[in-house]
């Protein structure tokens, strides 16, 4: 199967399980693990941060984030469609009585810094206090630069936010920028870096921040059951990935490129954008089900929506890109008949 419905999908390679199979261990929590105490000291080195947590995924890390961030009765600010606000089951609200205030997000990615300045409540009593901007990075694929980051920085440093990333897929976003990873993370002051995305580790995520924050954040882990003990085997899989999957995201940028110019091209298919690792397309003339169907018979799978999402990752080949652009090809004319 050529998957395409997301860079969540790709299965560790012989050389990432046998360095797991080799792993030290030991009790994570009682912080014994040889591995994570690697993987976190290196994700917090790489960003700039104090400390990093591993943690089980994105979705943990951002929710230790937001409560490290926020108490009972705050508010984060965030975009309309990130996955923080949209994607996490409303964890925020759920277990830490976080009141979220979302804003809509710009055709760039971004959010309009006015509008979310127009958004911090004053300081009274009617008011949830608002503590947190959350942005994302890639968002959709889309990279948001750095001068904006910067902007966001002075911003939430004015009004005395904390800002955090949520950066399920900034090593994309570096390799697009041709920047490193940690002139990303200075402009925040936590850091959500996903290893099982595009860089392809099976399972993981590190969330990295300031000492107190990370010995913060470590409790909430501990209380949302996601002290894992011997998980070094996992984290050993993490490191691998950020040693040998970097640079090569920069090709999974280039077949989503060639994806959309040979997509672009057939009658039937609009392309809505491309960015990174992530195209968007639609289908002028059939239901996306019946597309979907027809290229599951030729082995490769999307997911069907009225614009629908394709990424790229480590287990889509060079070769496979004209494979799909011709099964595209095949199935438009078989279904336009
Ligand atoms: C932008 C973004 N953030 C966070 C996550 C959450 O990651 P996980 O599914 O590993 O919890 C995802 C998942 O796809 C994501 O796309």
């Known amino acids: 199967m050529i998957d395409l ?11 990432v399980r046998q360095v797991m199979a080799k792993a030290d261990v030991g009790d994570d929590v009682y912080g014994e693990d040889p591995s994570i ?10 960003l700039g941060k104090e400390q990093g947590l591993y943690v089980a995924s994105g979705v943990q890390s951002n929710l230790l984030a937001l409560l490290c961030h926020c108490q009972r009765g705050d508010e984060y600010i965030v975009g309309q469609d990130y996955h923080t606000y949209k994607y996490e089951g409303g964890g925020a609200a759920v277990l830490g009585s976080i009141q979220p205030q979302p804003v809509q997000v710009e055709a760039d990615g971004s959010l309009d810094l006015q509008r979310v300045e127009s958004v911090i ?5 009617h008011f949830a206090r608002s503590r947190l901007l959350s942005l994302e990075n890639t968002h959709g694929g889309k990279v948001i630069g750095l001068d904006y ?41 936590s850091v959500s870096l996903c290893l099982s995305k595009g860089l392809g580790a099976p399972v993981g995520s590190v969330l990295s921040g300031s000492k107190d924050f990370i010995e913060e954040a470590r409790h909430w882990r501990k209380m949302l059951g996601g002290g894992m003990r011997q998980a070094g085997i996992l984290a050993a899989a993490g490191e691998y990935v950020l040693d040998h999957h970097v640079t090569r ?3 999974d940028h280039a077949h989503a490129q ?10 039937g298919v609009s392309l809505h954008g491309v960015a990174t690792n992530i195209l968007y397309i639609g289908f002028d003339r059939h239901d996306p089900q019946v597309v979907a169907a027809a290229l599951k018979e030729k082995h490769i799978l999307i997911s069907p929506a009225a ?10 080949h060079a070769e496979d890109v004209p494979y799909v652009v011709q099964c595209f090809a095949e199935v438009m004319a078989s279904l336009a008949v």
């Open 249 to 251: 995201l920069a090709d």
């Open 149 to 189: 980051l910067s902007q966001a920085r002075a911003l939430s440093d004015r009004r005395q936010l904390g800002l955090h990333l949520d950066g399920a897929r900034m090593m994309n976003a570096a390799v697009a920028l041709q920047c490193e990873a940690i002139d990303i993370a200075t402009y925040f002051d």
């Open 5 to 15: 419905r997301s860079d969540t999908v790709t299965r560790p390679t012989e050389a």
């Open 307 to 316: 614009k629908t999402r394709l990424v790229t990752h480590l287990d889509v």
């Open 258 to 267: 060639q994806l959309a110019e040979g997509l672009g091209e057939l009658e």
């Open 121 to 125: 409540k004053p300081k009274d009593l």
């Open 37 to 46: 105490i690697r993987l976190e000291a290196r994700v917090a080195a790489m």
